[in-house]
């Protein structure tokens, strides 16, 4: 059974940085592109960055050259590095495949951006 877990969300001052974990299991984690995604209290989830089974990345302009998806597939882990974290990235961030399947939602990882 495929599933995913994400964690390293937290509270963090405007200007700081998180580092976000998504560990998976249950798929041939090697072969699947991969999101994360999140969403704002009162606003639909939207999609912040995806990487391909070959690395290739992208993201939304939002984010562009704040947040840094990668992925290490021997940990079975993707992350997303997030820095200069703004009060309008507060979310539940979470991670599934590109594009995503409506089956394999987690919990989220909260991240408020606050002073």
């Known amino acids: 059974q495929v599933q995913y877990v994400e964690s390293g969300g937290g509270l963090v001052q405007p200007g700081g940085s998180l580092r976000l974990s998504c560990a998976a299991s249950?798929?041939?984690?090697?072969?699947?592109?991969m999101g994360w995604y999140r969403q704002a209290p009162g606003k639909q989830r939207e999609l912040v960055a995806t990487i391909t089974r070959g690395g290739s990345t992208n993201s939304a302009d939002s984010v562009k050259g704040r947040f840094t998806i990668s992925r290490d597939n021997a940990k079975r882990t993707v992350y997303l590095q997030m820095n200069s974290l703004k009060p309008e990235d507060t979310a539940v961030y979470y991670c599934?495949?590109?594009?995503?399947?409506?089956?394999?939602w987690g919990q989220g990882t909260q991240v408020t951006v606050s002073s």
């Open positions: 249950g798929s041939i984690f090697s072969l699947d592109a």
């Open positions: 599934n495949r590109d594009p995503p399947s409506r089956w394999l």
